[in-house]
């Protein structure tokens, strides 16, 4: 299941449980998972409430007395030894490492020895797991979310009054797209910017998706000029028509590209190696004539969103370019699966591909065939030729 986080008011952790909750994850449920942690008794409530005309879900936690605080080391140890899964465990924990790191930055600190004191009380912890536990209710895979709209303005703390967004925000949405407001609220706070900083896979608009679902979670404090709203889109992958739907894949990526003409070719190869280190889908050497009929090259480079930063970094400082050019750009893909078939050299990994008339195409892996010509000293086109015939026959 695809999730589309829409934050045009920001987020915050009791804002996505409402969401959720308005997605159909039962209260009662959650309520009765969130008590097998060792907390303070608490009672978690959602009430149904119309924000500008909107339904939505308005969660509550109450804590009886005062919750006190935990360090990083403490709230890690309750995770790791909770009865959840694996996956709920590692959320969990993934959200409340970005908030360690970032406290301990703040404060010149060891992480493990960051003190949470509104983080560490009885409803955080409950807006931070219960999220891990709402998205394995929902089957949630892939999460996208807006760019994140940031308040103005001051907001109080233990740590007495803050400038917004409050440093901790700010030190957790550390390469992710925001954009500031005159609203003069906090619109995004510490734990909510590391709930779409940890389990966000890209950022920014809405992928293609079959809507099958949309939830409200409502936010504490009323907002003049947009509902103080959290809105979670939920879908499967589009593939638009029948063909598509069996045949093909689709996603977004970055083209990233420069054009270079004052290089060593050598060292082209060595940036190559460093892109897809970096994590490039795919890097291309284009030659081109380029001014003054200088013989040039194209760099050109595929990525997803979220490495796209870290891919033009590095053409600027690995090669003798100026300057980059970066775009988005929808790609339709075979869908292909990796395999092992047995052949007569042994199990052996290949790509199965579904064409689009219906048949399927068997492709090995060059690297995989290159151990076996070498190990066997025979033709490298020997070795393709004797799988495909193996598995396709």
Same mark, same amino acid.
């Given at each position: ?9 920001g987020i ?18 959650l ?9 303070a008794?608490?009672?978690?409530s /959602? $009430?149904e &409430?119309?924000?500008?005309g909107? !339904?939505?879900k *308005?969660? %509550?936690?109450? =804590? ?37 790191t ?26 931070i ?11 949630i895979e ?34 992710v ?15 909510? /910017? $590391?709930? &779409?900083?940890?389990?966000s896979? !890209?950022?920014g *608009?809405? %992928?293609?998706? =079959?809507?099958?679902?949309?939830g ?6 009323p907002?003049?000029?947009v509902p ?10 589009s ?18 590209e ?30 081109v004539?380029?001014?003054?009929n ?26 003798t ?8 750009s ?21 790509? *199965?591909?579904s ?34 015939k193996e598995?396709?026959?």
């Amino acid at each position: 299941m695809l999730a589309y986080f829409d934050c045009f008011s920001g987020i915050s952790g009791d804002m996505t449980l409402g969401a959720c909750v308005d997605l159909g994850v039962p209260v009662q449920w959650l309520a009765d998972e969130l008590h097998k942690l060792p907390l303070a008794g608490f009672e978690l409530s /959602a $009430a149904e &409430v119309r924000v500008h005309g909107i !339904s939505a879900k *308005k969660i %509550k936690v109450d =804590v009886p007395g005062e919750s006190g605080s935990r360090n990083y080391r403490q709230i890690q140890s309750m995770i790791r030894n909770s009865p959840f899964s694996s996956r709920v465990k590692t959320r969990s924990s993934d959200i409340f490492d970005r908030l360690a790191t970032a406290e301990a930055g703040i404060h010149n600190c060891p992480k493990d020895k960051v003190h949470f004191h509104e983080v560490g009380g009885v409803d955080a912890i409950v807006d931070i797991v219960g999220t891990a536990l709402c998205l394995e209710f929902l089957d949630i895979e892939s999460i996208t979310v807006s760019k994140i709209p940031l308040g103005s303005g001051f907001v109080k703390c233990r740590h007495g009054t803050l400038p917004l967004p409050a440093p901790a925000t700010l030190a957790i949405l550390k390469d992710v797209p925001v954009y500031g407001t005159d609203i003069p609220f906090e619109l995004v706070t510490p734990t909510g /910017a $590391a709930i &779409v900083a940890a389990l966000s896979h !890209s950022f920014g *608009k809405m %992928k293609d998706m =079959v809507v099958q679902k949309v939830g409200y979670g409502a936010g504490t404090y009323p907002l003049e000029p947009v509902p103080n709203l959290l809105r979670i889109i939920l879908g499967r992958e589009s593939m638009g028509r029948e063909k598509l739907q069996t045949n093909f894949e689709t996603d977004t990526v970055w083209v990233i590209e420069s054009g270079i003409d004052d290089m060593n070719p050598e060292v082209l190869g060595y940036a190559t190696e460093r892109l897809f280190a970096k994590g490039a889908l795919d890097v291309c050497l284009i030659p081109v004539h380029m001014k003054k009929n200088r013989p040039g090259t194209i760099l050109q480079v595929l990525c997803y969103e979220d490495r796209k930063d870290r891919i033009a970094d590095c053409i600027l400082s690995e090669t003798t370019s100026l300057g980059v050019r970066y775009y988005e750009s929808r790609r339709r893909k075979i869908k292909r699966e990796e395999v092992l078939v047995e052949t007569s050299f042994g199990p052996v990994q290949v790509k *199965k591909i579904s064409d689009p008339s219906g048949g399927v195409r068997i492709v090995p892996e060059y690297e995989v065939c290159k151990k076996i010509a070498l190990a066997r000293q025979i033709p490298l086109q020997r070795v393709y030729e004797t799988i495909i015939k193996e598995t396709v026959s």
